[in-house]
Each structure stands twice: as C-alpha cells, then as structure tokens.
C-alpha cells in the first residue's frame, strides 16, 4: 500500500460496506469481524489524504455510536499482528481539527474497553515478553492525557476543544494510572474555572462532567492534597446553590463526601 492507494483488497471491502443499511452493515461486521477494523486501521496508518482519513475516521465513528460494544473488535485475538492504537494516537497531532477530535474520541473509547490484563499478556495483542513495538495501553493513556491538557491549556477549536477534552477526561480518569498521569501533568488546576454555575445545556453538560472529572480525581491521594490547595470547595457550594440539575447536585454531593 503506497501512502496514497488503496489496496484492491481494501476498497472492495470499503465497497462492500459503505453507504449500505445500517442492518446490512451490521450482518457485515458480525460476520467478517474485525476483518473490516483491520481494513480501517491499515488505511489509517498508510493514507496521509485528509479527505480519506475523515472519511475513514467517520465511517469507525458511525459503526462505535450504532453499537459502543463493537470497540472490543480492535482487541480482538486475531489482530495481535496490527497496532490499532497508533494510527489514531498519530493522528492527534496531525491533520486538522476534525481529524484530531475524531481520533481523539475514537480512541478514547477503544482503549477504555481493553481487555483486563493477565500475566504474559497485555492490550493490543502483544505477549509482555515479547521484544515489540507496538504502542502499550499506558503510551496510549499517557499521549491522550498529554493532548487533553494541551487543549484544555490551548484550545485548537475555539468551542469544541475544552468540551471534547472534559467529555474523555471524565471516561478515562476512571483508569488509576490516567489519574495519577493528569495529576502529574498539572492538569487539575485547568478544570477548576470550569466549574461554575450554568444556564445553557450545553455549559450544564460541561459542568456536570467536569464535575464528574473532580469526583474521579477526589479518589486519588494526591489530587485531593492539590485540590485542597484550591478554592474548588467553595466553587462546588456555588454549583449546588445555583443548580436545578439533579445530576450535578449529585455527583457534587459525592465530591463532597470523598474530601471532606
């Protein structure tokens, strides 16, 4: 495959699946697997056209929201010899936004449903003694982290980075090590202004996984001493005062409980 063909091979199956029914298309990935992820992610690693890659990128997008469960096809056995994870923690820094937030949610979601590890084996189908240079999961966790505070610290997108970056954040800081990797990326301190009374939907929403966010960190040691550096108590009284939102107030609720 040269940087700007397709294989035959690629585009019949791109054929064969694209602009079908979405049950057609379905009928296709139970039946073919994750035959059409490794069609996905080889395109990925070897196309540099950006109007092929958005495409690409919206084509796994369209398959995950239909069904979120299909992320646990990149981790499926029969891929151990492909790197699904380094064509979409390449294209974070490349391309342009569109391309970077796609590949920044997609792969969000994909890493966040690895597999449990057990001894000898870790995700993305490498054995833990095996020489490889596939991209371990902490590469992928530690780079996303990085990137999420570069846009939390200097949006790309004027309205859609810190919403994009607070939204992952809140689904990866479940993960111990990604809490312990933001705290020590000084990325703690670049939510607290976030958190404030809202009015729009769209800033509720944003508050309320920002939140979610705190919550999360509230379970690690040392973000709660930072934490208890900062004027963050008092803002999350403001967010209960001032919100209608039950969710909010309750996930404020449980913030207070952990530091307090």
């Not at 019949?12 to 298309?25: A, F, G, I, V, W």
């Not at 999420?148 to 980075?161: A, D, E, K, T, V």
């Not at 976030?194 to 929403?205: D, E, H, M, N």
């Amino acid at each position: 495959m040269t940087t700007e063909l397709i294989t035959g091979t690629c585009l019949q199956l791109l054929r064969r699946y694209d602009h079908k029914p979405e049950s057609q298309q379905a009928a296709l990935l139970d039946d073919e697997r994750p035959v059409y992820v490794r069609v996905f992610v080889n395109i990925l690693h070897d196309i540099s056209k950006e109007e092929t890659l958005e495409y690409v990128l919206a084509l796994i997008d369209e398959m995950l929201t239909e069904n979120p469960k299909r992320a646990r096809l990149f981790h499926d056995s029969s891929l151990s010899s492909t790197d699904t994870y380094e064509p979409f923690l390449k294209l974070l820094w490349k391309g342009n936004w569109l391309i970077q937030e796609k590949s920044c949610k997609l792969l969000s979601l994909i890493v966040s449903v690895q597999p449990k590890l057990h001894e000898g084996i870790v995700s993305n189908g490498e054995a833990t003694h095996s020489k490889s240079t596939f991209t371990s999961s902490d590469d992928v966790l530690n780079s996303l982290v990085e990137w999420l505070c570069s846009q939390l610290r200097n949006p790309s997108h004027p309205s859609r980075s810190v919403p994009m970056a607070v939204n992952c954040l809140s689904t990866l800081l479940r993960e111990s090590s990604v809490r312990t990797s933001f705290v020590q990326g000084d990325g703690v301190k670049l939510l607290i202004p976030l958190i404030s009374p809202a009015s729009t939907q769209q800033s509720i929403q944003l508050l309320y996984e920002t939140c979610l966010c705190v919550w999360l960190l509230s379970y690690y040691d040392a973000a709660v001493d930072y934490l208890s550096t900062t004027r963050v108590l008092s803002r999350l009284v403001d967010v209960v005062k001032g919100s209608t939102k039950e969710k909010v107030v309750r996930v404020v609720i449980l913030t207070f409980t952990n530091l307090l």
